[in-house]
């Protein structure tokens, strides 16, 4: 079961996901686990470097506070999920968050491009609402719970 | 029968043995001839004893010179021609051979006297044996090949007969008979016998001087040797005949033996070195023959040499008269035949030339000479079908003219290269100007003959191999094609599984969802996330829809026609009305819009696709405006269409996105994002482009090309 401090800790996630339904599914599952986990939700890739790199409408940090977790889309208008992912890497900021992909693609060369830019993990949404609350409750579990941040 | 140049046969047991022992045999024979001549002319005064012995040494000399000319008959190595020719010969001493046999049958068992003045049988066999050596000589592959040279020959002949008898009568057999009064049958029979002999030394002579090979020479040379011996020996055996009496074993019969030496020689000289070349091989000697000239001369002057000593005025003056005459008549012909050997030489010279020109002018290759400075010194007509330059338009030219400025320089490369060496340069391709202007690809081969003082140029041989090229590049496009077509199809069914797949996320999830708040009573929750479901199920059949048409755009469905662009312009509006009100979007179409071939309903599909999508970007605080029109022709000649708005723009990093399937660039915006891609697809099946031209916040017009319909 989850341990007391991720029930009650707060929790800084970002969510870059294009979707609505899958970014309500995930709202959801991560709601249940982490409530007091405050999740910013941006819509295309060009948001999210906006958002991590506080520049455009994300300037003031109040609006954009540095997340302890990134989760990833791949498919993303504007600018895509790997590209994100490895501006995020190449700063030295940055790239101390750590990023998982979460997306519903399984081809092999995501995955190998993801890798070759340092992802810290990579997940593929199932096509089952068990599997995909267990996922999205696990990732809350790990990288909340267990995982260890500078 | 002969089997040419190629290694001897091996032709039996019997031949081989006989092929050996040649060599052997004729030094045999040459011993034992020259012996026998020394003894008759150094061993002492002719005696019964002498008489004998020489009555029977001829048989087996004449023998082994028959013999040994069989062989060479059977020579491999010779042509037909030459072993007709030996047979002949073989055939002639085989003759002669058998009037000496029946004059020892006579002399010596008949204990006749043979050489009575009637016809006796060996004499038969000595007259025999001219005509066949006659023939055999003339049977060497030699130039009498036409009637003229033929009747020229007969002619020769027949002069050195007359001049030759002349001179034989008159110094040698005449005085004889004259002093023993012998009869005139006998007198001309022992004239014909050298007579005879002289014209066989003109056929020799014609003989040696048709064969160029130096060692048929040599063969021919003993031929002439053993001739000339004959000649002195008939003439002292006449002289004897005629005078005091014919006597065996004197110088003469030394002499008669000497020649079956050389006649032995002869054969076998030419059976062991001389290679005689085939009749169609020989080139016509065009050489001068001077012995009917001197038989001429000689009878001449053995006329005049008797005038002289019997001088009487009138006489002599009339002689010496007619001897200046026939001499300047003789003149003129040796200048006419000198003027005829130049001739003919002329002849067979252009001849020859005649025959290089029209295989060079007739060979589907054009062939190029060009001089040290690279400018084109020949051409061969071909030129004119492969290029349609005429020749004379390029003679003089430099050859840089005809050559593509992008091979120039690897052309006068390989020329040079050429120059330096003896083989041939190349094959490289060039490109080569046609006279239309059009460039057409050859294969070129260069080979230096500057050296050679009858062309003092480089030969190049251009093969035209334009249509080879083409179906290569057409073949090459065809692969790459191929190639891009695959690409595409992987991309895009990599792209379409994984945008399906998104809905189905959807409608998995808050299916699971919907589960749990229907149990939990929750009512307002349950709707919601049915509504969530249908939404993604809509899309998912909005994506395949979109999809299939998007694969129909492959297929021609429905004839091309010429339509007004404005017709299609307005038929677009037409359809998108509705949303175009609702935002309240101006649409403005161009006057002047040209008429265009093709597809008139995916046309208006591809012109409401564009308003549509112009439609859903505007910019606030901007009055939208949509313009539908024209502009002048691009850089290949084709008018540009437009779809013009005023919105928000597009950045120019993703003008190539803008196309992609799937690639929305607003995800707020509704749509699947295959509208882009249908229209490119559309327009490009036409045969067209299509691009954007836009910038974030300055608009953007869609650009594209359509094949030209009549009516403009």
Partial sequence: MASPAVATRGFTILLVEDDEDHAELVFRCLREQLPHAQVNHVRDGQAALDYLLRRGDYEDPARSPLPELILLDLRLPLVDGLSVLEEVKRSPELRRVPAVVLTTSDAPKDLQRAYASHVNSYLVKPMDFEQFSRQVQDLGLYWVGWNRHP | ?712
């Fill in chain 2, 1 to 712: 029968m002969s089997s040419g140049l190629a290694g001897r046969r091996d032709d039996g047991f019997l031949g081989g043995r006989l092929r050996d022992w040649g060599g052997v045999a004729t030094a045999g024979l040459g011993i034992y001839c020259v012996s026998f001549f020394a003894w008759t002319v150094l061993g002492g005064a002719p005696g019964a004893a002498k008489a004998a012995i020489t009555d029977v040494a001829f048989i087996p000399a004449g023998l082994l010179a028959a013999v040994l000319a069989a062989r060479t008959s059977r020579d491999d190595h010779a042509s037909p021609e030459a072993c007709g020719a030996w047979r002949r010969l073989a055939l002639a001493f085989l003759l002669y051979w058998t009037g000496d046999l029946l004059w020892w049958i006579f002399k010596v068992g008949l204990q006749s006297e043979p050489f009575s003045v009637s016809f006796s049988a060996a004499t038969f066999f000595y007259f025999a044996h001219y005509p066949f050596f006659l023939a055999g000589l003339l049977a060497f592959p030699t130039v009498l090949r036409s009637r003229s040279r033929r009747l020229e020959f007969w002619l020769d002949a027949a002069t050195v007969l007359l001049g030759g008898s002349m001179v034989v009568w008159h110094f040698v057999l005449g005085p004889a008979a004259a002093h023993s009064s012998s009869s005139t049958t006998a007198s001309l029979l022992y004239l014909a016998y050298p007579v005879g002999d002289l014209v066989l030394l003109l056929a020799a002579a014609v003989t040696i001087l048709s064969q160029t090979d130096d060692a048929t020479r040599r063969s021919f040379l003993w031929l002439v040797g053993g001739l000339v011996v004959d000649f002195v020996a008939d003439l002292i055996q006449g002289a004897n005949a005629l005078g005091p009496g014919l006597v065996s074993g004197g110088p003469a019969d030394g002499f008669f033996m000497l020649q079956w030496f050389c006649y032995g020689m002869s054969a076998h000289v030419f059976q062991r070195r001389a290679r005689p070349k085939r009749a169609e091989d020989l080139e016509p000697q065009l050489s001068f023959n001077l012995l009917p000239y001197a038989a001429v001369l000689v009878g001449y002057g053995v006329l005049l040499f008797a005038v002289v000593l019997n001088w009487s005025t009138t006489f002599g003056g009339l002689v010496a008269w007619a001897i200046a005459l026939t001499g300047v008549v003789l003149a003129r012909q040796v200048a006419s035949e000198r003027e005829n050997l130049r001739l003919l030489g002329e002849r067979a010279a252009r001849k020859s030339e005649a025959r290089f020109r029209t295989l060079v002018q007739n060979a589907s290759d054009v062939i190029v000479v060009v001089d040290a400075e690279r400018r084109i010194r020949y051409l061969t007509p071909s030129i004119e079908r492969v290029l349609g330059h005429p020749v004379d338009g390029l003679l003089g030219r430099p050859l840089a003219t005809l050559i593509h400025p992008a091979d120039l320089a690897r052309a006068l490369g390989q020329l040079a290269d050429a120059a330096g060496r003896p083989s041939v340069a190349g094959p490289a391709a060039w490109r080569v100007s046609h006279r239309d202007g059009a460039w057409r690809h050859v294969e070129v081969t260069a080979l230096s003959l500057l050296a050679d003082p009858d062309i003092e140029g480089i030969v190049l041989t251009l093969r035209d191999v334009h249509e080879r090229k083409q179906a290569e590049a057409e073949r090459e496009a065809a692969l790459t094609e191929l190639k891009q077509k695959n690409a595409e199809l992987e991309q895009f069914t990599y792209t379409v599984s994984h945008d399906l797949k998104s809905p189905l996320v959807t409608v998995a999830g808050f299916l699971g969802h919907l589960e749990r708040d229907a149990l939990a009573g929750d009512k307002h929750k349950v709707s919601e996330d049915a509504a969530r479901i249908r939404q993604a199920v809509t899309k998912m059949g909005a994506l395949l829809e979109d999809l299939l048409e998007l694969s129909r755009i492959g297929r021609v469905t429905h004839p091309s026609q010429d339509v007004p662009f404005a017709d299609i312009a307005k038929d677009a509006v037409e359809l998108v009305g509705g949303r175009l009100e609702q935002r309240g979007v101006r649409v403005e179409i161009q006057e002047g819009l040209p008429t265009v071939y093709g597809d008139r309903l995916r046309l208006v599909a591809v012109v409401q696709n564009l308003v549509d999508n112009a439609a859903k970007f505007m910019r606030p605080g901007v009055d939208p405006l949509v313009e539908i029109g024209s502009r002048g022709p691009d850089a290949t000649g084709h008018t540009i269409l437009f779809v013009r708005d005023n919105g928000i723009g597009i950045a120019p990093e993703f003008h190539d996105r803008v196309f992609g399937l799937f690639n929305k660039l607003d995800p707020q915006t509704e749509g699947t994002g295959v509208g882009l891609a249908v229209v490119r697809r559309i327009v490009e099946a036409h045969g067209g482009r299509i691009w954007v031209e836009s910038s974030a916040g300055q608009g953007a017009a869609f650009c594209f090309t359509l094949p030209e319909g009549k009516g403009n």
